[in-house]
């Protein structure tokens, strides 16, 4: 199928099949914003006693312009959202959709990936300042005051080669006939994964999402793709999911970008791409939950909080925290000496000592020294302007939130919940990008100016 201009239209008309229901049912596929809905209505009375469908298959079309554009569909995880009988034989399903899969040819398989499409006109700008002599003029004028102009593609542009895949930029041109207005061009840049060896769908998938992370990193932009092509050895497919069903509420229409191409250097993208993958290799975890809440706008500022201090929890693991095996928060640690100087004088030194160190010890293993440690990294990295007891709190709070074990003395108030998620995220972002080698000078441009809390 042709992808260049492709766009998800609001609607699909068409017949559809649904081994519970019946076949060749009339119907229609609306994609809104945020869900996928199949609607039929068709003179057959079909009681069906179920909510959930596995599957369905349907070939419909949307209208452009005087054009009819005809597409084969798979419908996956349909659950009956209402059902209803009357008149005569005449009979109404409205059906919510999982995902679909959509081709130009019949029986189309979505096994043994070769290829994965993204696209986004973000891209587009993106790589501007790249692809911009691909145009040129010739003056001067030549009779009938007519200007000559020249369009040369560039050749696909390696970003990044492994032993696993290839991660490329195809751009792309295409004419449109002569019209009153004359005659015109228009040109798409195309993000592909070229697999050295067939994966199945969801690998795949996986593998796209990771990329479409890593972008949403270097621009600052958590975007979705315009769609996502999947080719095999000989067929050509599109996916969409649901946000039902991805979680993915992003509302605000952002189109801006933090950097260009031109701010990396072709060496310099090909290590970040390198690092990125085998950062995420060993942090998927971590890093899924990140942006499945930096996705999710929809999210409350509590359940943000717990999100990030798990990734934080996650992605410090490892942190070598020097220490002397003492507290260093102070309001605990001075309420804790005041009490031990009451009892001091019934103790003898030995035992004052024991109990000191008992009270007092703190492992560098715990979550507190492992966030100090972090911020401790970043403040090379980025100006961070947070008060001393903010990762103290910020973990009291995660505590209070998840297992209760706080007193509730040293935590943020719940008004404050948004702000503090906020502060982590931008912890995690410049921690992701110090960790796969992006430059100092260019994460400044990429970050806030400073990680702060409001006043």
């Known amino acids: 199928m042709n992808n260049y201009g492709f766009h998800f239209a609001e609607s699909y008309q068409g017949y559809w099949n649904i081994s519970q229901i019946g076949r060749k049912i009339p119907g229609t596929l609306y994609i809104k914003k945020h869900s996928i809905r199949l609607e039929l209505f068709w003179n057959n009375i079909t009681h069906v006693d179920l909510r959930v469908i596995p599957s369905a298959t349907g070939y419909a079309y949307t209208d452009l312009g005087n ?32 995902h679909f899969f959509m081709s130009d040819v ?13 696209r986004t006109n973000l891209m587009d700008k993106w790589v501007w300042d790249y692809t911009q002599d691909s145009y040129s003029d010739l003056w001067p004028f030549k009779e009938n005051n007519i200007i000559e102009m020249k369009y040369q593609a560039k050749p696909s542009l390696t970003l990044f080669e492994s032993a696993l ?3 490329y930029l195809k751009f792309s041109n295409e004419a449109h006939t002569p019209n009153a207005d004359g005659f015109s061009m228009s040109t798409h840049t195309f993000l592909n994964l070229r697999l050295k060896k067939t994966q199945k769908f969801y690998d795949a998938l996986d593998l796209t999402e990771s990329v479409i992370w890593l972008f949403s990193l270097l621009w600052n932009n958590q975007f979705n793709p315009d769609f996502i092509e999947f080719r095999t050895t000989n067929t050509k497919f599109i996916y969409k999911q649901s946000d039902r069903y991805s979680y993915k509420y992003r509302d605000v229409n952002n189109s801006s970008l933090r950097t260009l191409i031109s701010d990396f250097d072709k060496e310099e993208l090909s290590a970040i791409i390198e690092k990125w993958s085998h950062f995420i290799e060993k942090e998927i975890v971590s890093i899924r939950t990140f942006f499945e809440t930096q996705y999710d706008e929809h999210m409350t500022p509590s359940a943000m909080l717990k999100n990030y201090m798990s990734v934080i929890d996650g992605l410090s693991r490892e942190l070598v925290v020097p220490t002397t095996g ?16 009451e009892i001091k004088p019934h103790l003898r030194a030995k035992e004052f000592n024991e109990i000191k160190m008992a009270i007092f010890r703190e492992s560098p293993s715990e979550l507190k ?14 100006t961070i302007e947070l008060p001393s007891d903010f990762c103290y709190r910020a973990v009291e709070t995660r505590n209070l939130l998840t297992h209760t074990k706080s007193s509730g003395k040293d935590v943020f108030h719940k008004e404050q919940y948004r702000d503090v998620a906020f502060c982590l995220e931008d912890f995690i972002r410049a921690y992701i990008l110090f960790t796969i080698g992006i430059p100092k000078d ?3 441009k990429i970050m806030p100016s400073k990680i702060s809390m409001p006043n």
């Open 67 to 98: 054009k009819k554009l005809c597409y084969y569909f798979v419908l996956k995880g349909l659950q009956i959202i209402s059902a209803s009988w009357f008149g005569k034989h005449q009979s109404q399903y409205k059906v919510d959709v999982n």
């Open 106 to 118: 019949p029986r189309f398989s979505t096994n043994k990936i070769l290829n994965c499409c993204i």
């Open 165 to 167: 895949f290839e991660l």
């Open 326 to 341: 003492q507290s260093n928060n102070s309001k605990k640690h001075k309420r804790f000496e005041d009490i031990l100087n």
């Open 369 to 382: 020294p492992r966030f100090v440690q972090l911020i401790k990294i970043l403040s090379e990295y980025t």
């Open 442 to 444: 260019l994460a400044r």
